[in-house]
């Protein structure tokens, strides 16, 4: 068994959260969310087109069946005594036929769904202090963290599993002018995500400066900027489920634009206003 040395283990993977959608026991797709602290609270931080199924703009299915869920089950990922653990819990849509989410407009595609959850030593969670202060431009480097759901799924080796647990990696570019999202516009970058990773966490890496003992050091500094959102042609395509069929030739050329959305901190931040 080979153990997994938490010192050498990113706490922003510990953050990220497998989403799966059910109505009732009818599976509905798969997303992405993240953990973040507020008002002395722990958060799920998703999609709005996740918790509803359906998309933000034109209120179509996203699933074939017209799927809506009703409750969904989150994956919280941490270590014990060296390994990786899944501790799964399940979240309930809606109280009284009320949504029970935190949201801001309809048409802004993030919600805040409160846990209920205390805060265990073993887990980790976004908070106030790590949003980031640093300014950003076009072209700087970001990190989409989340679950491509179908990615491994097709694999048969063993070793494959272990990659299951942990969320993937992508990189990507700031593709827009930051300024142009101060409004809740979402701020698009230049990245292949895939579909599962609606909800991930976005982070920028922007190394910086490091002076201590042994001199002068450029080391990378990641914060938290915002929430991936899917592609900006069709966010649908980055949430995996058992999509409707694409008739649109325009669309189906599309699919393959690279261009994502993120909506940011600012942006969130105002579902806690209310």
Same mark, same amino acid.
């Given at each position: 068994?080979?153990?997994?040395?938490? %010192?050498?283990?990113?706490?922003?993977?510990?953050? /990220?959260?497998?989403?799966?959608?059910?109505?009732?026991?009818?599976?509905?797709? !798969?997303?992405?969310?993240?953990?973040?602290?507020?008002?002395?609270?722990?958060?799920?931080?998703? =999609? *709005?087109?996740? &918790?509803?199924?359906? =998309? &933000?703009? +034109?209120?179509?299915?996203?699933?074939?069946?017209?799927? #809506?869920? =009703?409750?969904?089950?989150?994956?919280?990922?941490?270590?014990?005594?060296?390994?990786?653990?899944?501790?799964?819990?399940?979240?309930?849509?809606?109280?009284? %036929?009320?949504? *029970?989410?935190?949201?801001?407009?309809?048409?802004?595609?993030?919600?805040?769904?409160? +846990? !209920?959850?205390?805060?265990?030593?073993?887990?980790?969670?976004?908070?106030?202090?790590?949003? /980031?202060?640093? #300014?950003?431009?076009?072209?700087?480097?970001?990190?989409? &963290?989340?679950?491509?759901?179908?990615?491994?799924?097709?694999?048969?080796?063993?070793?494959?599993?272990? $990659?299951?647990?942990?969320?993937?990696?992508?990189?990507?570019?700031?593709?827009?002018?930051?300024?142009?999202?101060?409004?809740?516009?979402?701020?698009?970058? %230049?990245?292949? /995500?895939?579909?599962?990773?609606?909800?991930?966490?976005?982070? /920028? !890496?922007?190394?910086?400066? *490091?002076?201590?003992?042994?001199?002068?050091?450029?080391?990378?500094?990641?914060?938290?900027?915002?929430?991936?959102?899917?592609?900006?042609?069709?966010?649908?395509?980055?949430?995996?489920?058992?999509?409707? #069929?694409?008739?649109?030739?325009?669309?189906?050329?599309? $699919?393959?634009?690279?261009?994502?959305? &993120?909506?940011?901190? =600012?942006?969130?931040?105002?579902?806690?206003?209310?």
């Amino acid at each position: 068994m080979v153990v997994i040395r938490s %010192d050498l283990l990113s706490t922003f993977s510990l953050r /990220t959260v497998k989403i799966d959608c059910y109505f009732d026991d009818t599976w509905c797709g !798969n997303g992405s969310g993240f953990l973040y602290e507020k008002q002395s609270k722990i958060y799920l931080i998703t =999609n *709005r087109h996740i &918790v509803t199924g359906k =998309n &933000v703009l +034109t209120q179509k299915h996203l699933h074939k069946s017209a799927c #809506e869920p =009703n409750k969904i089950k989150i994956h919280l990922l941490y270590l014990e005594n060296g390994q990786p653990k899944k501790e799964d819990g399940t979240l309930t849509l809606y109280e009284n %036929d009320q949504p *029970r989410w935190l949201q801001y407009k309809d048409n802004i595609d993030v919600v805040a769904i409160d +846990t !209920n959850y205390s805060k265990p030593a073993l887990l980790k969670v976004f908070t106030d202090s790590e949003l /980031t202060n640093q #300014e950003i431009y076009p072209g700087h480097e970001v990190l989409i &963290v989340g679950y491509p759901g179908f990615l491994l799924k097709s694999q048969a080796a063993s070793w494959i599993e272990k $990659f299951d647990t942990f969320p993937i990696w992508k990189k990507g570019n700031i593709a827009s002018e930051p300024i142009l999202s101060l409004d809740d516009s979402p701020l698009l970058i %230049d990245s292949a /995500t895939r579909p599962g990773m609606s909800g991930s966490a976005v982070l /920028t !890496n922007i190394p910086t400066l *490091r002076e201590d003992e042994s001199g002068i050091r450029i080391v990378p500094h990641i914060e938290l900027i915002g929430i991936y959102s899917g592609r900006l042609t069709s966010p649908e395509f980055d949430f995996q489920d058992n999509r409707v #069929e694409i008739e649109d030739d325009m669309t189906k050329s599309l $699919f393959f634009n690279q261009i994502g959305m &993120v909506y940011g901190m =600012n942006t969130i931040n105002k579902l806690f206003e209310k």
